[in-house]
């Protein structure tokens, strides 16, 4: 990922009219057993998407063929598969929300979030505090934050990332995602 005038953020955004099942074909056998346990369409549909979505980003961000991206997903505090996304070569981050995902990438820690407005008061707040948190921010670690627009009303979103600058966001929106993932699933990578 090049660097312009600054920290660069790659946020990529999709909602669940892309999740087809085509693209399950890109899920690692830990994120298929996951899926396999989760009841409800929109939580299946939600981390689906966002697990393709997230190697999507990462192999635009670095170069690498999306089926190349490995997810390591073994969370911290007990050692399960259910903890915040790592891979090699970039910073990483995913967020969803009703039929909205947010990917973001970066060379430093990064965190996104996006939450519905009818979620309950101070959403702003709190989306941006998640992030914080995503980002691992630390009490006396310089962290940016900000929020960013989200693609459907009534949604609010926010990324952090390391660093005292406001970083330069590049946004990848719903059209450009959907024909990433498109073009993935159809076999035509780049």
Known sequence: MAVRDGQVVDL?????????????AFLDDRELERLERMDRAGDRGRFALGAVLLRVAVAAATG???????????????????GAPRVAGA?????????LVLVGTADVAVGVDVESVDRGE??????????????????????????VPAPWPRYLAALACAGPDQPVVV?????????????LAAGRWP
Do not use: I, N, Y
């Not at 999306?66 to 997903?73: F, G, H």
């Not at 910073?91 to 039929?99: D, L, N």
């Not at 059209?175 to 073009?183: F, H």
């Open 171 to 183: 946004t990848h929106d719903l059209d450009e995602s959907a024909a990433a993932l498109e073009q």
């Open 91 to 99: 910073r990483v981050s995913v967020a969803h929300a009703g039929p």
């Open 64 to 82: 690498v063929e999306p089926r190349s991206v490995t997810v390591e997903r073994t969370c911290t505090d007990c050692g399960a598969p259910h």
């Open 122 to 147: 101070d959403v702003a707040r709190w989306v941006v505090r998640e992030a914080l948190f995503k980002a691992g921010a630390a009490p006396q670690a310089p962290v940016a934050s900000l929020m």
């Open 12 to 24: 990529w955004w999709a909602d669940l009219r892309s999740a087809e099942a085509r693209l399950f």
